[in-house]
């Protein structure tokens, strides 16, 4: 059984940068799409990015276009996301996950296996 663990969430100020990361223990994810995903205090989880098997195509939530850029290290089995020019609105625990696929649906919220997340906190 695969297990997803996030790391790189923190505290940062408005226009700051974070690099979250999500690794496996258990499967390589090399053949699998993965997806980031967040929860923010009393709203729904949305997807916010999702890379494919050997990323030929990536996702992006019209929200965090032209800040955030995901990206794979097959090598290390570990998805990155980028987040850069940070906003408070960004504030939110990130997932990662898969549904154990090699394509994105999009942004869409999948079935599958999710990590614990990670806390992302913009606040000045």
């Known amino acids: 059984q695969v297990q997803l663990v996030e790391s790189g969430g923190g505290l940062v100020q408005p226009g700051g940068s974070l690099r979250l990361s999500c690794s496996a223990s258990g499967r390589s994810l090399d053949n699998y799409a993965i997806g980031w995903f967040r929860q923010a205090p009393g709203k729904q989880r949305e997807g916010v990015s999702c890379i494919s098997h050997g990323s030929i195509t990536t996702y992006m939530a019209d929200s965090v276009k032209d800040r955030f850029t995901i990206s794979r290290d097959n090598t290390k089995t570990e998805v990155y996301l980028q987040m850069n020019n940070l906003k408070p609105e960004d504030t939110a625990v990130y997932y990662c996950?898969?549904?154990?696929?090699?394509?994105?649906?999009?942004?869409?919220?999948?079935?599958?296996?999710w990590g614990q997340g990670t806390q992302v906190t913009v606040s000045s």
């Open positions: 996950a898969t549904d154990f696929t090699p394509f994105c649906r999009g942004t869409a919220i999948i079935t599958g296996s």
